[in-house]
């Protein structure tokens, strides 16, 4: 059985810590926003270059841009 289904995350979704609230995150709320409105200023600066200026992975970044991370901040 797959864990979560009748107890956890599916039952209770508020629950889950995301974002900030992750005691894990490298990130903040306020770093996430500044890396979209970047990245939508200079359409033409990658990924790379980005996660530099923040100290974060190119795909992290990537997957921030594209809404599959921190998805809770459009």
Known sequence: AAT???NGTHTHPETRIFGERNPRS?????????AR?????HPRIGAKHIGKMFG???GGIE????GRTWKHIL
């Open 26 to 34: 490298r990130l903040t709320a306020k770093q996430v926003l500044a």
């Open 56 to 58: 974060y992975s190119q």
């Open 37 to 41: 409105k970047y990245k939508k200023k």
């Open 63 to 66: 997957h921030i841009l594209a």
């Open 4 to 6: 979560g289904l009748r």
